[in-house]
């Protein structure tokens, strides 16, 4: 069983819907990593989280470190978004490394 | 300026043959990582390294060995490739060990005939 499970696996939208992919971890963990890759195959870091909720632009990511669960949330989605989503836990303290679920591919259709 | 640069950016080669991926980073930091990403996506840490500690995924095997000539660096070799060893191989920074803000390089394809 992995330890950090995301859902969907894969997720098709039309342009302008409002989109959320979910992750949950069975670990206790330090904090929380929302990533991007691009179908060019780049990463990028959209998140780091620890509590609470961040905000950047139409990405709104919020994290329930008691019941173990994160959303990452897109408004107003636009095809630009399509892209791989992949979260990614802080596991075993200050000197630990990050733990990756499978990804979520996002396809929005125009 | 790339944050996190790697070189190169696609390696087709031979079964069996050894290669080196580069990776070098000017963020000053302190922390490096290479990770695996398999055919399925699915990212994998293999190695994270600073000046004081290399720590090893017991899962890699040992024709993978990370090399550090300083603090901006950590090249990854590969000795007697095998088709297995096929994917996209990401390097990584951060701040300080354990810390996630990382930051990525653009992947390294690596493919073995």
């Known amino acids: 069983k992995n330890e950090v499970e995301q859902s969907p696996q894969n997720l098709t939208a039309q342009e302008g819907e409002f989109i959320t992919i979910n992750c949950s971890y069975s670990?206790?963990?330090?904090?929380l990593h929302w990533l991007q890759q691009h179908p060019g195959g780049g990463i990028v870091s959209l998140f780091m989280?620890?509590?609470g909720k961040k905000k950047h632009g139409r990405l709104i990511a919020t994290i329930n470190i008691q019941e173990k669960h994160s959303s990452l949330h897109i408004t107003a989605s636009h095809p630009r978004d399509s892209a791989v989503y992949i979260c990614a836990v802080l596991y075993g303290g200050s000197q630990g490394n990050l733990i990756f679920g499978k990804g979520t591919k996002l396809s929005v259709k125009p | 300026d790339t944050a996190v640069s790697q070189t190169p950016k696609y390696l087709v080669t031979q079964m069996g043959n050894d290669k080196s991926i580069k990776c070098e980073q000017n963020?000053?930091?302190?922390?490096m990582y290479w990770y695996k990403q398999d055919s399925k996506k699915f990212l994998k840490i293999m190695f994270s390294?600073?000046?004081?500690?290399?720590?090893i995924n017991e899962t890699v095997p040992n024709r993978f060995s990370p090399k550090s000539p300083d603090k901006a660096h950590l090249n990854l070799h590969i000795n007697s490739l095998e088709l297995g060893d096929s994917a996209v191989y990401f390097c990584?920074?951060?701040?300080?060990?354990?810390?996630?803000?990382?930051?990525f390089g653009p992947g390294t394809r690596l493919t073995v005939l």
């Open positions: 390294y600073n000046n004081k500690e290399l720590i």
């Open positions: 989280l620890s509590s």
């Open positions: 990584a920074s951060s701040q300080t060990s354990g810390s996630l803000g990382q930051f």
């Open positions: 670990v206790g963990i330090s904090a």
């Open positions: 963020l000053g930091h302190d922390t």
